[in-house]
């Protein structure tokens, strides 16, 4: 299927980076025992998942990494945890309205009165790639809710831009594996050291008692080569990236096209843009019969027949958003496939 397709936005798809598909087939040999074990071979697992967790944590300083099972479980142990921690205050949680559905839903099912315990936005836009201007944000937050942690999604942004700031304006950091070249099914959660958050999963006491359940080695392991590959490929992977999109945005203007989010600051490599004619999905399909896989601007809402509530949420009306799609080049992609594409939107 590769050799047929052209995968147009690989923030939707696993792309696994040969150092986290070497990482997995380690670890998927003969026996591996887990690292809560009391043996020589568990002793090595922890020593393996330790320093999986120390390549994480050296690109965000002042804190810790915790495993998660994906980036929508480290979201609901901020917002849960981070406010069980807090429920003498209160346990009111805001959350930027373009924030991701996961992040939205979790406030919805603790949301209640009192003191403001925990603001949240996401470091980039997934769907639209506007970067949060950290620094004001961060600034704001204290202002207006001194005494809230500051808990910043940052899905897709590992090698897409640098994490250390992050770190330093944040009490939690959501981090997803798939996006940056490591395998789905982990994630993991990073929280500023000293900052109290109790545990969402109870039961034997991994991670340090913070998160129960058996670490996956082989994903953890392949997650943190990913994750540090790609942040050193970062600056030459960004270069690549302007130079694909900049084209492809040229020519979705040609065609009248929106490029959504143009006027602000955006992370490389994401295009959100509605084409005028068909809504999305019908669009998807004429891409698809070209050899070429894209996909609208929210696949979660596009499944449902509705429209992005990121994209209302900036303003744009629902005929607009339903006619989205999202692109996200991969960096290497090469001169043919790209004419493709263009040659597609184009018919």
């Not at 899905?155 to 939690?172: F, Q, T, V, Y």
């Not at 070429?292 to 809402?301: E, K, L, N, V």
């Not at 996200?328 to 018919?347: G, I, M, V």
Request: proline share 4%.
């Amino acid at each position: 299927m590769d050799e047929v397709f052209f995968v147009a936005d690989i923030l939707s798809v696993q792309r696994l980076k040969a150092v986290a598909l070497d990482e997995i087939q380690k670890w998927s040999k003969g026996i591996v025992h887990p690292a809560s074990g009391s043996s020589e071979s568990s002793d090595s697992s922890s020593i393996a998942i330790e320093e999986a967790r120390q390549k994480i944590e050296s690109l965000l300083p002042g804190g810790n990494v915790w495993f998660t099972s994906g980036p929508d479980e480290a979201a609901n142990w901020a917002i849960k945890g981070i406010a069980a921690a807090q429920r003498r205050k209160g346990s009111k949680i805001i959350a930027s309205p373009d924030s991701h559905l996961s992040i939205l839903n979790a406030i919805r099912a603790i949301q209640g009165d009192g003191e403001v315990v925990a603001i949240t936005a996401s470091a980039i836009n997934i769907e639209t790639g506007v970067l949060l201007d950290a620094q004001k944000w961060a600034h704001n937050a204290s202002e207006k809710y001194p005494l809230a942690r500051r808990i910043i999604d940052a899905r897709g942004s590992i090698g897409r831009i640098e994490l250390e700031a992050l770190s330093l304006l944040s009490d939690a950091i959501i981090l997803d594996s798939e996006t940056c070249g490591g395998p789905a099914g982990v994630g993991a959660l990073w929280i500023r050291t000293g900052v109290r958050i109790e545990p969402l999963i109870h039961g034997s006491g991994q991670e340090k008692g913070r998160r129960s359940g058996t670490v996956p080695i082989g994903l953890v392991c392949a997650f943190a080569a990913a994750c540090i590959e790609a942040d050193m490929e970062r600056t030459k992977n960004t270069e690549l990236w302007n130079q694909h999109h900049s084209l492809l945005e040229e020519k979705i203007r040609s065609i009248n096209g929106e490029i959504h989010g143009a006027s602000e600051a955006r992370a490389p490599g994401i295009t959100c843009a509605s084409i005028p004619g068909e809504f999305a999905e019908i669009r998807l399909q004429h891409l698809e019969e070209r050899g070429i896989i894209a996909s609208p601007a929210s696949g979660c809402s596009s499944t449902a027949g509705k429209p992005s509530h990121v994209l209302t949420s900036m303003g744009i009306d629902t005929d607009t958003a339903m006619r989205s799609l999202r692109f996200s080049l991969p960096a290497d992609t090469n001169s043919r496939d790209l004419k493709r594409l263009l040659e597609a939107l184009q018919h």
